[in-house]
């Protein structure tokens, strides 16, 4: 349909009211909903799709989760995931929110994480990267990676990415949707992209000397 946006003058009927006579038109009645859902719950496709689901966070969650060293009284979001479980270490009282990504190395690289550290939702955190200046296809490239170390105290705001090799520093701050690409100093409030130092937080000891 093509709707025109023109103003209409004088139109006699308030936008609001024409919106919500639409939305009603297009609205599906209760049987319709019904049969709907009915229909979902018996299409193989959709139970298929949960398998590939439970799967998935079998190997994403569940069994690397069981590899790492979780300290005690951690909060981890049931979507968080995980690669490389072996080489993750959370300290006390670590939170990390929903659809975050810790991706450890697949041969070497650690990623460390102090105690009370919170890290927000979608967050990815990734000690490995592809290698691309060979020549080949960058799949077929040897991968490289580094060890990630994230101090204590630590809050990492939601949708920031932290690149392989970077430390930071216990008492940081890493504003929403950061990339981290060189070391955080203790107690700097960094964000941007790359992540800048726009801060530093209350408390922070002063420097020696
Ligand atoms: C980083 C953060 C903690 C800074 O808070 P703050 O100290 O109160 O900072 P301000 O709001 O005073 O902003 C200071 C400057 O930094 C900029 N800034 C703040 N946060 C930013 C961000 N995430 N990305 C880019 N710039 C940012 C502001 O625009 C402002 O710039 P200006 O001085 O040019 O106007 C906060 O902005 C943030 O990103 N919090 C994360 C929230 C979040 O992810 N919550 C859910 C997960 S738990």
Known sequence: MIRDNTPVENATEPASAMFRAERSA?????????????????????????LKLVNYYNYAHVR?????????GCGIS?????AYGERIVLG???VIGEHT?????????????????????????????????DGAPIH??????????????????????????????????????AVVTQDVPAFAIVAGAPARTIGQRAGAPAPAG
């Open 140 to 177: 077929d490239q040897m991968m490289a990676a580094a060890d990630i170390s994230i101090g204590a105290d630590v809050w990492i705001g939601g949708g920031a990415i932290i690149l392989a090799g970077r430390k930071i520093g216990r008492g940081a701050v890493v504003g929403a949707g």
């Open 92 to 94: 006390a009282r670590v």
């Open 101 to 133: 990504r810790l991706w450890a190395g697949p041969e070497h690289a650690r990623i460390t994480i102090g105690d009370d550290t919170i890290i927000g939702p979608n967050v990815i955190i990734t000690a490995a990267n592809y290698r691309f200046d």
């Open 64 to 72: 690397p989760l069981r590899d790492m060293v979780v300290g005690p």
């Open 78 to 82: 049931p979507t968080a995931t995980f």
């Open 26 to 50: 297009h609205k599906r009645s209760r049987p319709q909903r019904l049969r709907r859902f009915m229909a979902g719950m018996l299409d193989p496709r959709a139970w298929g799709h949960l």
